[in-house]
């Protein structure tokens, strides 16, 4: 079937995320020309010692708080931090309206072959069932399952980065403080006094660096990056839903659009909600 091949590159890709790179790339040159225009040199900040004390003593306590299989599948999320795989919506819409179609002709059982062609892992699986003839609400309730459980797995992956970020900065201060104190062993060479003081808060630079140029901020992207996958999920679900309801694919394709200008309208939405009033701050933040 030439036709498939042609449309999963549409649906699914992968490719360089520019906002993460482009954003490290921006603070990174920011910090450092800010410090040559300040008069100092890279050299100033290059210390290896002090790396290995905040990376090592960074990745010591994720150790102890995070088990260790969560630990791996959130080194595996790097991928996802500097790559963006791209769930592009009306392609996906396309591809529905096209098995929508093809059942409605032919019936949802001839959508067998398609649906283990099907190059997403969920909508496979949700085709699937509906081929199979599972009852329409559990295959709902098998499918939103699936999504509450991916969801949870990629909060417990965002929260390893979010603790990174909060142990590197206390980590660089107990590099400060060891450096201090080599320091103060050597207060008899007053000309070296200075420069032992600078060199010791590197480490403080580090962590403070680390945690909020990117491990708070790889933290907030995985998640950015899961609720645009459970905006997609869901879509997909409700498309296999209305094929086994046998609804007309242009009633079809109506109701999955709305999903593509749920973001727009969330934004819309947000500020008559959120509005203050006076005596509750707090309440009209949350």
Avoid: W
Avoid at 129 to 134: C, F, R
Avoid at 170 to 196: C, F, P, W, Y
Avoid at 251 to 273: D, F, G, N
């Amino acid at each position: 079937m030439p036709g498939r091949s042609v449309d999963k590159p549409k649906s699914l890709r992968k490719k360089p995320d520019f906002a993460t790179c482009g954003g490290l790339l921006l603070a990174l040159s920011g910090i450092i020309g800010g410090l040559i225009l300040e008069g100092g040199k890279i050299q100033d900040v290059a210390q290896i010692t002090a790396a290995v004390i905040v990376f090592g003593g960074t990745l010591g306590a994720v150790l102890v708080t995070t088990p260790p299989a969560v630990l791996r599948s959130a080194a595996k999320k790097l991928k996802v931090i500097f790559f963006n795989e791209i769930q592009s919506p009306p392609a996906v819409i396309d591809e529905i309206i096209r098995y929508a179609t093809k059942a409605r002709k032919e019936g949802i059982v001839s959508l067998e072959q398609e649906a283990d062609a099907i190059e997403d892992p969920f909508l496979r699986k949700a085709l699937s069932l509906a081929v199979d003839g599972m009852d329409l609400k559990e295959l709902r309730k098998m499918m939103e399952l699936e999504i509450n459980l991916a969801e949870l797995h990629a909060e417990a992956e965002a929260k390893v980065y979010e603790a990174a970020g909060g142990y590197a900065p206390t980590i660089g201060i107990i590099g400060a403080v060891l450096g201090l104190i080599q320091v103060m062993k050597h207060l008899e060479n007053i000309d070296e006094v200075g420069r032992g003081i600078a060199v010791a808060f590197v480490a403080t630079v580090y962590g403070v660096g680390s945690a909020n140029i990117f491990f708070l901020p790889a933290g907030n992207k995985i998640r950015a990056r899961m609720h645009q996958l459970i905006r997609t999920q869901e879509m997909m679900l409700e498309g296999v839903v209305a094929i086994v309801e046998g609804l007309n694919p242009k009633l079809i394709r109506s109701k999955l659009e709305a999903y593509t200008r749920h973001a727009s309208s969330a934004r819309k939405i947000k500020p008559e909600v959120s509005v203050p009033t006076a005596g509750a701050p707090a309440a009209a933040k949350g």
